[in-house]
């Protein structure tokens, strides 16, 4: 069976199907080259910046993540360093309050996934009940075992068309989706283990006196 006879086939509903269906691919298209980026480039500008912050050169540091704000992590660590002679828990304060804003981004478009993955079935469904009605409206009860029977049938048969395609379009984006919320899992989890890491050397600075909250702009 050809994509327009499926189309056709299965009802009405295969319009808002398909709607999903290409708008669920461009979501995932931007969520894996967003997760690609992060994985790709974030633990070795850590550790960068990490190692120079250990040395004290703080200005190299803070230029290694503005030339990355492009990544939360970099995001999130520059909220903290600039800050102003900021004692160690306003620096703490500083690093959840901006990795607490950097949440949305990293989930971006999940609340769109759920909702592809609630309706399609429904709307599957729905095509097939009408499909059926369909059918069964047409059928004349003097006439069973006739051509109206095969024909009522065959209409069955197309009518299931329609729950076939919600159903694969909810396992195609509850694949994705389930992926994509364990990247964020373990996106936040990172996130606090270099955040803490971060602040350690911060307040090991602080107690030594050096206070090296804000750099200027050099």
């Known amino acids: 069976m050809q994509i327009t006879n499926l189309l056709t086939a299965g009802g009405i509903v295969m ?4 709607f999903f269906s290409i708008l669920v691919g461009a979501l995932i298209i931007e969520r894996i080259r967003f997760w690609v980026k992060i994985n790709s480039r974030q633990t ?29 992590i970099a995001r999130i660590f520059l909220a ?19 990795a607490q804003a950097e949440i ?16 399609s079935p429904l709307l599957g469904l729905l095509g097939t009940v009408l499909g059926l009605i369909t059918s069964f409206a047409s059928l004349n009860l003097g006439d069973v075992g006739g051509t109206q029977t095969t024909n009522v049938t065959g209409g069955i048969s197309e009518a ?20 994509f919320r364990g990247l964020y899992q373990r996106q936040i989890a990172l996130i606090q283990e270099y955040g803490g890491q971060l602040e350690l050397l911060y307040r090991r600075h602080y ?4 206070k090296l909250g804000v750099i200027s702009e050099q």
């Open 80 to 98: 903290a360093l600039e800050l102003e002679e900021a004692n160690p828990e306003e620096f703490r304060l500083a690093l959840e309050s901006e």
């Open 160 to 179: 299931l068309v329609s729950t076939a395609a919600g159903l694969i379009v909810a396992i195609f984006t509850l694949l994705f989706a389930n992926t």
């Open 15 to 18: 319009i808002p199907l398909l």
């Open 207 to 210: 107690e030594r006196g050096d």
């Open 104 to 119: 949305p981004l990293l989930k971006r478009f999940q609340n769109i996934f759920d909702t592809v993955i609630s309706l």
């Open 44 to 72: 070795s500008i850590v550790d960068e910046v990490l190692k120079l912050y250990r040395r004290d050169n703080v200005v190299s540091a803070l230029d290694k993540l503005r030339k990355n704000t492009d990544l939360p």
